[in-house]
């Protein structure tokens, strides 16, 4: 596809994008991955999203790799759609302002700890008079009112508590964690779906609420969708816990004759044609892989008879046969394959744009496909406090009372 270059032009007008949620006002406090992840997703379907920020910004400002000082290439796409105010939060005239802003708000987007809000007065029983409509959502590593509703939690520590890393070593034999931050990122699309359905609730009665998106409850749950297995009934069936083909030590990637293929049959007429494609017609009748029960109860035989015989053709081979008879397969792509690949190409996902003072970046687009109001870029990332008096201004607050201190932090 063709660059296409987006302006900031549409700046504060919130019915300019276009967007399915044209019209919303979200503020956003907070950092890293998943509060603003789940921002984004909202600033890209059209929110007005207000992104408040420290006078230091948000840490991700200061990944690499970056062309200058707090603008870095993972917030160019993680706090696109926004605008940034910067405040002190532990002044008067900051928590005042953030107020102000609240105050005018359908939803308050917040990953900072139950005991920092608390002491910086920003609870929702201290939010909720100003704006008794607003949906306010919380998310942090674990319940607050649990004992450990206020410890520090990141990726890696809601993998471990949510039984992911557990997993991975029993299938791989190591300890390892998943190479992507997927507690964060599931965790913004639950806030995400979460805050639309309070503001649904919101729409048909008028009455905000608080909304809680614990993220070791989050993860749990969702790990537990096809590993709650026979734990599911009472009392537990065998295999209890776990779903015994994806454990499966043998459930990996295939080698063929030149490269690696993922080649899925699932049903029992794709493993006959399987099989017999594969010059091994007698494991298409082998008792033990006939029927899909028999299948996952011997999964670890199965598929390595599928690792055995994959190595006689190559990925093109693998290809053009398992598409005429409906075998579920692909090539093994690299990241950099996949983000290139003729299939995200053509559709768009990565487009290089041009930032007003980052030069040209690529933004990762929205990958929903809506037919009447798509979501996109509108609105690049700000840099630190870009729109601190344009916002202010809006909601009838003087910026002129504001007061920072570089060290100042919003979580306290």
């Keep these: 596809m063709s660059p296409q270059h987006h302006r900031n032009d549409a700046a504060g007008d919130e019915n300019a994008n276009g967007g399915p949620l044209a019209g919303l006002r979200v503020v956003e406090l907070a950092t890293v991955i998943m509060g603003p992840y789940a921002a984004a997703q909202l600033g890209d379907l059209g929110a007005d999203v207000i992104k408040i920020e420290a006078p230091g910004g948000d840490p991700t400002r200061h990944f690499e790799p ?33 107020l102000a802003l609240l105050g005018t708000a359908d939803a308050f987007i917040t990953n900072v700890r139950p005991q920092a809000l608390q002491r910086l007065g920003l609870r929702y029983e201290d939010v909720a008079p100003v704006n008794p409509g607003l949906v306010y959502a919380n998310a942090q590593g674990f319940r607050s009112d649990s004992p450990q509703g206020d410890n520090a939690a990141y990726d890696d520590i809601l993998q471990a508590a949510s039984g992911l890393v557990s997993l991975n070593e029993q299938v791989s034999g190591g300890a390892y964690y998943v190479p992507t931050l997927l507690a964060d990122k599931v965790c913004g699309l639950v806030i995400v779906q979460s805050v639309l359905a309070a503001l649904r609730h919101r729409d048909r009665t008028g009455a905000g609420q ?5 993220m070791a409850d989050t993860m749990i749950a969702f790990n537990l969708v096809e590993h709650l297995a026979g734990a599911s009934l009472d009392p537990v069936q065998e295999p209890g816990y776990g779903y015994t083909r994806v454990l499966s030590k043998e459930r990996k990637a295939c080698p063929t004759a030149d490269g690696w293929m993922c080649v899925l049959p699932y049903n029992d007429r794709n493993w006959r044609d399987f099989f017999t494609h594969a010059g091994r017609p007698d494991l298409a009748a082998d008792p033990r892989f006939t029927t899909m029960p028999q299948r996952v109860a011997h999964a670890d035989e199965l598929y390595a008879y599928v690792r055995e015989v994959t190595p006689k053709f190559t990925n093109a081979q693998w290809q053009d046969f398992c598409d005429r008879v409906s075998i579920p397969a692909h090539p093994v792509h690299s990241l950099q394959e996949a983000a290139e690949s003729s299939y995200a190409q053509e559709g768009g996902l990565l487009q290089t744009v041009e930032h007003p003072s980052e030069g040209a970046y690529r933004y990762i687009a929205p990958p929903v496909r809506y037919s009447r109001t798509p979501g996109r870029l509108w609105r690049h990332c700000p840099h630190v406090g870009e729109h601190t008096e344009e916002v202010l201004t809006e909601v009838g607050f003087d910026p002129a009372l504001l007061t920072t201190t570089p060290e100042s932090s919003p979580v306290g």
């Design 66 to 98: 970056r062309r200058h000082e707090g603008m870095a290439g993972a917030t160019l796409n993680l706090n696109r759609n926004k605008r940034s105010v910067r405040l002190d939060l532990k002044t008067p005239a900051g928590r005042d302002a953030l």
């Design 210 to 214: 608080h909304v809680e998106v614990p």
